[in-house]
Nanobody, 119 residues
Framework: QVQLVESGGGLVQAGGSLRLSCVAT????????MGWYRQAPGKQRELVAR???????NYADPVTGRFTISRDNAKNTVYLQMNSLKPEDTAVYYC?????????????WGQGTQVTVSS
């Protein structure tokens, strides 16, 4: 079973940068997609960015050009570099992993890390 552990959240001023990390631990075969979602107060959880095992990426429109997702398959780790942060980026950020069919194709979630951008 996989566990996802996030780190790197915090408080930053508008225009600043943060880097989130998420490492997958436990017993599993492999991970397909890894990604980041976020949920602001009173809003639904939304996709921020996703990367496949082959390195293909996609981003939500509001973060395109400012955020960069990357992945280290050897370390089972995904990163989210967030630049030019805006107050509307304030949310709890969740790491997500879509497990391979050998692991039942399950969706795994981290516990979330708070990102707060002050104006």
């Amino acid at each position: 079973q996989v566990q996802l552990v996030e780190s790197g959240g915090g408080l930053v001023q508008a225009g600043g940068s943060l880097r989130l990390s998420c490492v997958a631990t436990g017993s599993f075969f492999s991970i397909n997609h890894m990604g980041w979602y976020r949920q602001a107060p009173g809003k639904q959880r939304e996709l921020v960015a996703r990367v496949t095992s082959g390195g293909s990426t996609n981003y939500a429109d509001p973060v395109t050009g400012r955020f960069t997702i990357s992945r280290d398959n050897a370390k089972n780790t995904v990163y989210l570099q967030m630049n030019s942060l805006k107050p509307e980026d304030t949310a709890v950020y969740y790491c997500n992993a879509l497990m391979s069919w050998l692991d039942g194709g399950k969706n795994a979630w981290g516990q979330g890390t708070q990102v707060t951008v002050s104006s």
